[in-house]
Nanobody, 113 residues
Framework: QVQLVESGGGLVQAGGSLRLSCAAS????????MAWYRQSPGKQRELVAT???????NYVDSVKGRFTISRDNAKNTMYLQMNSLKPEDTAVYYC???????WGQGTQVTVSS
């Protein structure tokens, strides 16, 4: 079973940037689409961004133009570059391989106003 481990979260001021990483225990990015989700307290987990095997990306409207999903197959790592962060981006961010039904443990992102 593959394992996913997120990192890169932290506390940042509004307008700042963070880059999240999702490291896989084996090479899955060349075979499966991947996604980033987030969950804020009291809210349902929300799909933020997806990337297909061929590299096609998609984003929820609230992050379009600010977030970029990417991956490095050679490093078995996926990224979420987050720019122009807003307090409403505060959440635990998770990476997921839907086809394998695997979630990472999450990384906390807190944006202060």
């Amino acid at each position: 079973q593959v394992q996913l481990v997120e990192s890169g979260g932290g506390l940042v001021q509004a307008g700042g940037s963070l880059r999240l990483s999702c490291a896989a225990s084996r090479n899955i990015f060349s075979a499966y689409a991947m996604a980033w989700y987030r969950q804020s307290p009291g809210k349902q987990r929300e799909l933020v961004a997806t990337i297909t095997v061929s590299g096609v990306t998609n984003y929820v409207d609230s992050v379009k133009g600010r977030f970029t999903i990417s991956r490095d197959n050679a490093k078995n790592t996926m990224y979420l570059q987050m720019n122009s962060l807003k307090p409403e981006d505060t959440a635990v961010y998770y990476c997921r391989c839907t086809s394998l039904g695997v979630w990472g443990q999450g990384t906390q992102v807190t944006v202060s106003s």
